[in-house]
T-cell receptor
Framework: GDSVTQMEGPVTLSEEAFLTINCTYT??????LFWYVQYPGEGLQLLLK?????DKGSNKGFEATYRKETTSFHLEKGSVQVSDSAVYFC??????????FGSGTKLNVKP | NAGVMQNPRHLVRRRGQEARLRCSPM?????VYWYRQLPEEGLKFMVY????????ESGMPKERFSAEFPKEGPSILRIQQVVRGDSAAYFC??????????????FGNGTRLTVT
């Protein structure tokens, strides 16, 4: 069935390091893809999205490209900050309002 | 321009009591989802509702849990006879009417239930 798999955490980086969080999906069709971020004690916030193949979503220095050939939507940022420390969730929507979330990847950024 | 509102933010119940969690979706949103998040874990889908209609409850435990989204008022997630294993953060999310399937979910800040 449809699902989302993302790399396990925690991921620990130093400030200004390059970030990649891998996400792959399984879906029969053409889902829309999302990254959400969850800061401690809060709900999930939409970070970026892509709705079709080769689309690139971007926000706050984060980027992810919808790769249909590899069924991936990896999250990247060129230079992380301490304030980026959070849990990141990859998600897809398929077949109208059917959402699937990955298990989340915790990012710790050290000064 | 309020977002998804959940209350209470924190709820403490003794074993055997009932917990009622409320969620008011964003203005104009008619779809509500409930998710559960255990400490240090991901989100687990529980139920998807529209006004007066349960669309998908495949993630709801068969006993003690129920959800509703009445014509007027917030969506309610109800847990009867709570047990320690129910301790978790419960998140509500909403989305508007179908717009081609691309609408993201908007989340509330959650209700953190502690069962003592």
């Amino acid at each position: 069935g449809d699902s989302v798999t993302q790399m396990e955490g925690p991921v620990t980086l130093s400030e200004e390091a390059f970030l990649t969080i891998n996400c792959t999906y399984t879906a029969t069709g053409y889902p829309s893809l999302f990254w959400y971020v969850q800061y401690p004690g809060e709900g999930l916030q939409l970070l970026l999205k892509a709705t079709k193949a080769d689309d690139k979503g971007s926000n706050k220095g984060f980027e992810a490209t919808y790769r249909k050939e590899t069924t991936s939507f990896h999250l990247e940022k060129g230079s992380v900050q301490v304030s980026d420390s959070a849990v990141y969730f990859c998600a897809l929507i398929y077949n109208f309002n059917k959402f699937y979330f990955g298990s989340g990847t915790k990012l710790n950024v050290k000064p | 321009n309020a977002g998804v509102m959940q209350n209470p933010r924190h709820l403490v119940r003794r074993r055997g009591q009932e917990a009622r969690l409320r969620c008011s979706p964003m203005k104009g949103h008619s779809h509500v989802y409930w998710y559960r998040q255990l400490p240090e874990e991901g989100l687990k889908f529980m139920v998807y509702l529209q006004k007066e209609n349960i669309i998908d409850e495949s993630g709801m435990p068969k006993e003690r849990f129920s959800a509703e989204f009445p014509k007027e008022g917030p969506s309610i997630l109800r847990i009867q006879q709570v047990v320690r294993g129910d301790s978790a953060a419960y998140f509500c999310a909403s989305s508007p009417l179908r717009t081609g399937g691309n609408s993201p979910l908007h989340f509330g800040n959650g209700t953190r239930l502690t069962v003592t």
